[in-house]
């Protein structure tokens, strides 16, 4: 199924290593495997982030990570928003990764740099309120 790029095409390139880890990267928070039933007659885990991208992604998004964001009573409303911001950063990320054309695709370089700044950004959002 997401395999894909590395059957069609061969060869393995860094492309295809970005592409996969988009997959891994909207598996853990989407919390499906590319070889769910739900995934079949063209639909993928990228499409189906890509069709709910931006309004509808916590439809989509792990229940339990938005349930623990929800019970969790040692954050304020302006964290929870926060982190439902920063699902959708990072699904962003995953959806720049799994571009069909491997020229599109970002570097690793960037994805690292673009994780970092959500995290920092989420982090001081955290501390700001006194949370942390």
């Known amino acids: 199924m997401q395999c894909i790029e590395y059957a069609a095409g061969g060869q393995v390139s860094t492309a295809a290593d970005v592409y996969s880890f988009g997959v891994v990267l909207l598996e853990i928070f989407i919390r499906r495997s590319p070889t769910d039933d739900m995934f079949k007659d063209g639909m993928t885990i990228a499409k189906l982030t890509e069709i709910n991208f931006p309004d509808n992604v916590l439809l989509i998004v ?13 954050i304020t409303m302006t964290i929870r928003d926060s982190g439902a911001q920063t699902l959708q950063s990072v699904l962003s990320i995953g959806l720049c990764c799994t571009k069909m054309s491997p020229n599109e695709r970002i570097s690793m370089q960037e994805v ?7 995290r920092d950004a989420y982090l001081r959002g955290n501390l700001r309120t006194g949370s942390q």
């Not at 792990?62 to 040692?74: F, T, V």
């Not at 690292?112 to 959500?118: C, E, F, G, W, Y």
């Open 62 to 74: 792990d229940p339990q990570l938005l349930q623990e964001l929800e019970q969790r009573e040692d």
């Open 112 to 118: 690292a740099a673009k994780l970092h700044r959500i």
